[in-house]
């Protein structure tokens, strides 16, 4: 069982890692991630997936800053949460700008990032990680955080015309598209495969015990 998932992992990553090592570079030398060593991918990595996330509180407050609101600070069952200071009975469409700003803020910093031009070379450890904290939110909010209590997509579907349905299509729709430019760029080769320290990459799921 544990050859037959390693088998399809390595597959599933050959398939959308093989056009990024054939743009800019020779098949034969596609560009390797990041260093590993001593820190200089992982810290620098979670750094940029850190920031992601902030920038996506701080489009929360802006808006709700903009269209009048008082922001605050809270917790839902434990979990840090910002509250528009808004009422979404009374004004649900400076609500539905509150719950979008997050996801549409982490969106655009990724639009940007991928539509600057860049030198030759493979992206930074911290560019990747904002890329990655990006797609990682929104495909966390329209699949298993799309109907929490705080959820901005239901948020979202609940002060608007739009079903969670469709909120998860257009912002979905919009991470996926980064996803393959991002698989298609020889900048971010390897972008999907987790660095190994000894200089390699592990593909693959390994369900061994330790």
Avoid: C
Avoid at 32 to 46: C, D
Avoid at 114 to 142: C, N, Q, W
């Amino acid at each position: 069982m544990r050859n037959r998932l390693s088998l399809l992992g390595a597959l599933l990553v050959s398939v959308i890692a093989a056009p990024a090592s054939a743009q800019g570079v020779g098949l034969s030398t596609p560009p390797a991630a990041p260093s590993v060593a001593q820190g200089r991918y992982w810290k620098p990595f979670a750094a940029g997936f850190v920031s992601s996330i902030l920038i996506h509180e701080a489009g929360h407050i802006a808006a709700a800053i903009a269209v009048g609101g008082h922001p605050s600070f809270g917790f839902d069952k434990a979990r840090p949460t910002v509250y528009s200071g808004i009422s979404a009975q009374i004004s649900p469409s400076r609500q539905f700008l509150f719950s979008s700003a997050g996801l549409t803020v982490q969106n655009l910093l990724d639009e940007l990032i991928l539509d600057t031009p860049h030198g030759k070379g493979v992206s930074s450890a911290f560019e990747r990680g904002i890329l990655a904290g990006g797609m990682g939110t929104t495909f966390f909010y329209i699949t298993l955080g799309r109907s929490g209590s705080v959820s901005d997509v239901d948020y979202m579907s609940r002060t608007s015309t739009l079903s969670k349905g469709q909120i998860s299509l257009i912002f979905g729709g919009v991470a996926a598209m980064h996803a393959v430019r991002v698989s298609h760029n020889g900048r971010y080769a390897n972008f999907f495969a987790r660095p190994s320290s000894r200089g390699g990459m592990n593909v693959g799921v390994d369900l061994s015990s330790k």
